[in-house]
C-alpha cells in the first residue's frame, strides 16, 4: 500500500482499493466522511444520505466527526406530508420516501441529535422497520383526507399521527446529554456542526425549466413544491466535478431501478448500448418524461475512481448494508449523468463562471 495523501478534506490515493470478490477500482479522490449506516427495513434513504451529508459537511468545516440520527427527521417530515395530503384531499405526497429539503427544513426548524442519544428503534426492537408504521399512517392519514375537510380536527390528527411516530420510533428529545454537556437539538447542531441551510443549493439539470434559475421540479416526493437550480448539462457535470475536486461532496437523487444497478456487487451501470451513447441534454429530458429515470433513491456523492480499464466511475455511500465494495456504490459516469435527477452541494462548489449566469 502506498502512501495516502489528505488534502483540502479530500483523500487522494494511488493504489486500487477492492474487496477480495468484488471489482477493482482504482480511487481519484475521495472526501472524507463518516461511517457507513444501514436504514434496513425502512423508506428512509432520503434522511440517511442527507444526514451523511450534513456529517461530511460538518468534517469539511473542521468540526469532530459525529453520527447524526436520520430517524429525527422523520416525525417532522410525516406531519409536513401529512398535513399537504390532507389540504389537497388526498392528492399529494404520502409514502414513506422524501428528499433532502425536508433534513434541510428539519435542521433549521429543530437542529440535530447524535444517534447515540436516538436512533428511532423503540425498546425491544433490533432494527428500523417500517412497513407497520408506514401503512399504519397512510391508512389514517388517507381516512382523514377524504372525510371532509371542512370537518376536520387538526389538534386531533397531529395528536393521532405524533401517537403512532413515537409509538414505533420514540419520542425525540427535547434535551440531553452529550460529551458531559446538556444540550437541545439546536444547540447541538450550533456546537457540533454549524451549518447554515441557506448555503445549500439542490441542481437539477431539464430543459422544460429554464436554465439558471430556481424552479419546481414535479416529481412525486418534492410534496413541499421545493425549487431547484436547473443547469444545462455541461455545467451539472461542472458543478460535480468542482465540488469533488474542492472536498465537496454531494447529496445524490435519482434513479437506481435500472438492470445493471447491481447493489449486492456494488457497481451501477447502464445497460451495454446506453453505456456506447453519448449522454445529451435531450436524452436526460426523454428518460425524465418517459418515466424511465425517476427519483427513487438517495445516496452521498463522495468521490471519483477508474476501473481496471480506466473507465470513470463515482463514489456513493449507499443505506443499503454491506457489499462486495463494503457498501458503497460505484457508480458509472454515463449512468450518473442520465440517471440522476437532482445534487445537493455547498453553493461555494458552483464554478464562479457558473455562478454568473444564475439569476
Known amino acids: ?37 444501514d436504514q434496513q427495513s425502512s423508506g428512509t434513504c432520503w434522511s440517511f444520505a442527507t444526514t451523511s451529508f450534513l456529517e461530511t459537511e460538518a468534517i469539511r468545516k473542521g468540526k469532530p466527526s459525529i453520527s447524526l440520527s436520520p430517524m429525527f427527521y422523520v416525525h417532522p417530515a410525516y406531519l409536513g406530508k401529512s398535513k399537504k395530503f390532507i389540504e389537497t384531499k388526498g392528492k399529494s405526497w404520502l409514502d414513506a420516501g422524501d428528499l433532502t429539503f425536508s433534513v434541510l427544513k428539519g435542521y433549521e426548524t429543530y437542529g440535530a441529535v447524535p444517534e447515540s442519544v436516538y436512533n428511532g428503534i ?33 389538534n386531533s390528527w397531529k395528536q393521532s ?18 460529551n458531559g454537556k446538556e444540550f437541545t437539538p ?40 421545493n425549487k431547484y437550480l436547473n443547469l444545462p448539462i455541461q455545467d451539472f457535470e461542472s458543478v460535480i466535478e468542482n465540488a469533488l475536486k474542492k472536498g465537496y461532496s454531494l447529496a445524490w437523487d435519482g434513479d437506481a431501478s435500472e438492470p445493471n444497478f447491481n447493489f449486492e456487487k456494488g457497481v451501477a451501470e447502464l445497460t451495454k448500448e446506453q453505456e456506447s451513447l453519448k449522454i445529451t441534454q435531450d436524452l436526460r429530458q426523454q428518460t425524465f418524461e418517459d ?27 449507499n443505506s443499503e448494508g454491506n457489499n462486495e465494495q463494503g457498501g458503497y456504490m460505484y457508480m458509472s459516469k454515463k449512468a450518473l449523468l442520465l440517471k440522476t435527477i437532482s445534487v445537493l452541494v455547498h453553493k461555494e462548489a458552483i464554478p464562479e463562471n457558473i455562478q454568473s449566469k444564475i439569476y
Do not use: C
Request: hydrophobic letters at 35%; glycine letters at 8%; zero cysteines.
Open 1 to 37: 500500500m502506498k502512501k495516502l495523501l489528505l488534502l483540502s478534506g479530500i483523500l487522494f490515493v494511488n493504489f486500487l482499493s477492492y474487496s477480495q470478490q468484488g471489482k477493482k477500482f482504482k480511487v481519484i479522490y475521495k472526501v472524507k466522511s463518516s461511517p457507513l449506516k
Open 122 to 154: 423503540i425498546k425491544g426492537d433490533w432494527q428500523h422497520d417500517h412497513v407497520e408504521m408506514d401503512n399504519l399512517i397512510k391508512t389514517m392519514i388517507s381516512s382523514v383526507a377524504t372525510s371532509g375537510y371542512g370537518r376536520i380536527k387538526p
Open 161 to 178: 399521527l405524533e401517537g403512532v411516530l413515537n409509538a414505533y420510533l420514540g419520542k425525540a428529545p427535547e434535551k440531553f446529554k452529550y
Open 186 to 225: 439546536k444547540s447541538f447542531a450550533d456546537f457540533y456542526l454549524g451549518i447554515n441551510p441557506k448555503d445549500y443549493v439542490e441542481i437539477t439539470s431539464y430543459n422544460h425549466l429554464k436554465y439558471y434559475t430556481n424552479s419546481t421540479l414535479k416529481i412525486p416526493a418534492n410534496w413541499g413544491d
Open 291 to 317: 418515466k424511465s429515470t425517476t427519483d427513487d433513491h438517495n445516496m452521498h456523492l463522495i468521490g471519483k475512481a477508474t476501473d481496471t480499464s480506466g473507465k470513470i466511475y463515482y463514489i456513493l455511500k
